[in-house]
């Protein structure tokens, strides 16, 4: 009953549609702000691979651990479908667009094929949500792993739409107006625009009533049915929504690489996204960006970190491990949480063994 | 049996159906025309007895995970890794002592040890955070995966089978008539017959502790109520390092099974993680009979979709999983908690 409501509390509840545009402008933190300037003005400071490289894939990760944030954070859905779905928008898009391997490809236009890869993206996370939300907490995992590998078993042996183990290469971003959209600058601010709208979006849904009420339902199911709420529909639309998001990820992701393999969601890709969810924090949106950048970081530089301390350079994997392993120890809400942490205690104005101000504290 | 029998008689009927029309489909030659549908006779009992095979080695590797899982309430991810681990240190020992049977205790002890560490320092440290453990176990497969990828490298290794067990046996089912009418009977590799039956004896075992046994009433009673468990006055940590130690060291003991009859690689890790999955999915989960049953069918459907319909083979796994979880969420033969 709420979720046929939506579209028309979404424009009523909204306390900032109706605050005047100064308002809305000091409601953000100066921090956002000057976060925003320097991400405009990168390309300046920053090289192209910089710009390609590290901020563009930080941004398509960003994007589809985004979408798991939204399930898990506000859902209380910890979902390994979203690399499956943003896999599945890539090869969409270079089956229904143009691609390498011409005798599958269809060629449709772009403003076609776009649209339509979200679309069966999101129908597939859709469907794959009603069966998940069937089960709860753990099993959701289990399920969704479950699926997430006969994705890629799938797509691994089938060749007439998916073209097996090799997949789909040369899978560019059309040409709109007149733009390149694969050099540096165009696509590191095509994956920014992106990642601002999906940020924005999640921000945006999370305080609308069906953010609210998804969040009542994270929190007490019972409760919220007994309230008159539609517990399974309110789940199976959050998947729906992530859905779309993860889509839109996988469609950068898949052009920042120009290709789109089974092993694009393979089950070392699907734990990924939640490493990176993980290590950035499911709190809050701005999490799973973080964490993709970290994830980022670490991908490009460990090899000549580990050089430096004689270890073998392929040892990539087991640093994000042990860093995923740490995080899940010692701070479950991520490497937000222990900036947050951080702050909490320079704030503190007393020492609370002794009573006493703490030198050098921040009052 | 019979309480099943009783509350489910259209079903019983129609397994039991089902079971004597593949008895007969064994046991008879066969006519052409069941030739035209089916293929060779050989090549459909070799699927049958290959899927059995299978899901004898999917339940070595299910049950210590559905065991743990209906205890602690632990996904343990990480049981894939224990199983690959179990492979590479059986091989070595295998290689080491000369002998393939000394292998199998070994890497018992070996990896159940790995478990009971793993429950002691890791699980013991978060318990009743269900999310927080199927993280940390996440994150283990990852670090073992790697780490194993770091000491025996990208290639696939085979365990030298024994020469006792090497060699084809001879069944008595009759598989075709040759040239000069005698009958031609089914031959079937020894090593698989072993396995099979290693399997059954294990499953038979579990049961036998399970059902008969103070650690088993111990085990039962935790599943169904834990805390009430540990409100009678049981030290249920104990339990719990007793079913992970055991849980862990099967999967070490499936990894030299089924390094002797496949062969050890990375990626064999999320297969069989992804197999126990499927399995105490569609068995029912925390349940060893459901281990067996999902075990059972999801071995069969695999093997007899590999001869049929190569390509597909993993979609009728997950087809049936869809169904059973659309249909009946808790699984064949689970309790809806």
Redesign the interface.
């Known amino acids: 009953m709420a979720l046929t409501d939506k579209s028309r509390d979404q424009r009523a509840g909204t306390p900032s549609g109706s605050a005047s545009w100064p308002d809305l402008v000091m409601s953000i933190p100066a921090g956002w702000w000057a976060t925003g300037c320097i991400l405009l003005i990168m390309p300046a400071l920053a090289s192209d691979f910089w710009l390609f490289q590290v901020f563009g894939w930080s941004f398509c990760l960003g994007i589809i651990a985004l979408s798991l944030m939204f399930l898990a954070g506000y859902g209380g859905m910890?979902s390994l479908i979203q690399m499956t779905v943003a896999a599945l928008a890539g090869y969409m898009v270079a089956i229904l667009g143009t691609s390498g391997v011409q005798q599958i490809s269809l060629g449709l236009p772009w403003w076609l094929y776009l649209p339509l890869a979200i679309l069966i993206a999101a129908a597939f996370a859709t469907a794959v949500g009603a069966?998940a939300v069937?089960?709860e907490?753990?099993?959701t995992?289990?399920?969704t792993?479950?699926?997430a590998?006969?994705f890629f078993?799938?797509t691994r042996?089938?060749?007439e739409i998916f073209n097996g183990y090799s997949g789909f290469n040369l899978v560019v971003p059309p040409r709109v107006l007149g733009i390149d959209w694969r050099q540096p600058t165009a696509f590191y601010y095509l994956a920014l625009v992106f990642a601002a709208l999906c940020f924005l979006a999640v921000v945006y849904v999370a305080r609308s009533p069906f953010g609210l009420a998804l969040q009542g339902i994270r929190d007490n199911p019972r409760r919220m049915a007994a309230m008159g709420f539609n517990v399974v529909a309110h789940r199976i639309a959050a998947y729906g929504f992530a859905g779309v998001i993860a889509a839109i990820g996988g469609i950068l992701l898949v052009w920042q690489n120009t290709q789109v393999a089974a092993f694009t969601a393979g089950?070392?890709a699907v734990?990924d996204i939640?490493?990176i969810a993980?290590i950035g924090g499911l709190r809050r949106p701005i999490g799973p960006f973080v964490g993709a950048f970290i994830y980022v970081l670490l991908g490009t530089f460990s090899p000549d970190v580990l050089s430096a301390f004689g270890l073998?350079n392929?040892?990539f994997?087991?640093l994000?491990?042990?860093g995923?392993?740490a995080m899940?120890?010692f701070s479950?809400d991520g490497a937000l949480g222990l900036w947050d942490r951080w702050r909490e205690a320079r704030r503190r104005p007393v020492d609370p063994l002794t009573g006493q101000a703490r030198p050098g504290s921040v009052p | 049996m019979t309480d099943v029998a009783r509350r489910y008689p259209v079903w019983t009927l129609i397994v039991l159906l089902l079971a004597a029309g593949l008895l007969w489909l064994i046991l008879t030659p066969w006519t052409p025309g069941i030739e035209q549908v089916l293929g060779r006779k050989r090549v459909f009992v070799n699927a049958l007895f290959g899927g059995l095979t299978l899901g004898a080695l999917y339940f070595l590797v299910a049950s210590g995970f559905t065991l743990i899982f209906g205890l602690m309430r632990n996904v343990n991810l990480a049981h894939g890794s224990l199983y690959l681990l179990g492979g590479y240190l059986g091989y070595g020992v295998s290689n080491a002592a000369g002998e393939w049977l000394v292998a199998v205790p070994v890497v018992f002890l070996l990896v159940g040890l790995l478990g009971l560490l793993l429950q002691h320092q890791v699980f013991r440290r978060m318990e009743g955070e269900e999310l927080r453990q199927t993280m940390v176990t996440i994150g283990l497969s990852v670090v073992l995966a790697d780490m194993m990828l770091w000491i025996w490298g990208g290639q696939s290794y085979t365990l030298q089978t024994p020469d006792w067990l090497s060699g084809p046996a001879t069944l008595p089912i009759v598989v075709g008539v040759d040239r000069n009418g005698a009958p031609v009977y089914m031959r079937f590799p020894q090593v698989r017959i072993a396995i099979l039956v290693t399997a059954v004896v294990i499953g038979l075992g579990m049961w036998l502790v399970l059902n008969r046994t103070r650690l088993g009433m111990l085990v039962r009673a935790g599943v169904d109520d834990r805390e009430m468990l540990t409100a009678s006055g049981i030290r249920i940590q104990y339990v719990f390092l007793a079913v992970f130690g055991f849980g862990a060291g099967l999967a070490g003991v499936a990894g030299v099974v089924g390094g002797t009859f496949q062969s050890l690689a990375p990626g064999e890790d999320t297969r069989f993680l992804l197999a126990s999955l499927v399995v105490v999915i569609v068995g029912g989960m925390g349940s060893i009979t459901g281990a067996a049953l999902g075990a059972l069918i999801i071995g069969l459907v695999e093997q007899i979709g590999l001869v049929y319909a190569p390509t597909y083979s993993v979609v009728f796994t997950f087809l049936i999983m869809a169904l059973v979880l659309a249909f009946r969420p808790q699984g064949l033969i689970g309790n809806r908690r």
């Open positions: 910890v069966l069937r089960t907490g753990i099993y995992i289990m399920i792993l479950a699926i590998s006969a078993y799938f042996q089938n060749y089950i070392g734990i939640l490493i993980v073998s392929e040892r994997k087991l994000i491990g042990l995923f392993l899940v120890f479950p």
